[in-house]
Structure formats: structure tokens, C-alpha cells
């Protein structure tokens, strides 16, 4: 699967902002999605998963009551919608696809995604 992030920009702390990413193929309801982020300097880390079905969510500590993720299935696309951002959110988020479901154990593990999108720069000004 290809996948295309985009919704990145330039906001206020406290503002909010909305990232997709839309992905090819017709098997896009069969794969466990997730928003990864990078900060320069510092290493990936994960945000956010959701399961094929939508009904399982999960969300790092960090942006737990803030971000919530979403996938609209018939239109090949998730979404991460933040809120309450903050200056320590500034950072690159990368979309990222796995084909099959992960246990709930790995959903955090960037090594088990095969499918990565471009990424989109998200900067929270103070």
C-alpha cells in the first residue's frame, strides 16, 4: 500500500489541526493504521494505532484526552485529529500501514509497520 499524509502547517499552541492519510490499494479495511512522529533531533516515536475494524484504538501517554484517531474506510483514509496542541507537538508525522492485525503488545512498534507515508511538519509556535 502507498500512503499520502498531508494537514500539516504552522499553528498557535492551544489551536488544532487535523492530519490524513490517504492510502492506495482495495484492501486498505484489512490493515492496522497508525501515526508515528519525529521531533529534529530526537527519535520516531508512536502517537497512535486504530485496527482494521475502527473499533480499537490506542494512543501514547503524550496525547492521550488530546488526539484522537479515525479511519473512514471507504475512503481509504485515516485521520489524526489534535487538539490542544502544544510546542512539544512540533514534529514530523508519518502515517504508517500493516497489512495484518498486531497485538495489542506491538501496536507501538514502528518495526512492525511496512507501509510508510511521506510525512507531514507539524510546528506549534508559543
Known amino acids: 500500500v502507498q500512503l499520502q499524509a498531508s494537514g500539516g502547517g504552522l499553528v498557535q499552541a492551544g489551536s488544532s489541526l487535523t492530519l490524513s492519510c490517504a492510502a492506495s490499494?482495495?484492501?486498505?479495511?484489512?490493515?492496522?493504521m497508525a501515526w508515528f512522529r519525529q521531533a529534529p533531533g530526537k527519535e520516531r516515536e508512536f502517537v497512535a494505532a486504530?485496527?482494521?475494524?475502527?473499533?480499537?484504538?490506542f494512543y501514547a501517554d503524550s496525547v492521550k484526552g488530546r488526539f484522537t484517531i479515525s479511519r473512514d474506510n471507504a475512503k481509504n483514509t485515516v485521520y489524526l485529529q489534535m487538539s490542544s496542541l502544544k510546542p512539544e507537538d512540533t514534529a514530523t508525522y508519518y502515517c504508517a500501514a500493516n497489512p495484518n492485525r498486531i497485538a495489542n503488545s506491538g501496536v507501538h512498534l514502528s518495526r512492525l509497520y511496512g507501509s510508510w507515508g511521506q510525512g507531514t511538519l507539524v510546528t506549534v509556535s508559543s
Open positions: 486504530i485496527r482494521q475494524s475502527a473499533g480499537n484504538t
Open positions: 490499494g482495495r484492501t486498505f479495511s484489512m490493515y492496522t
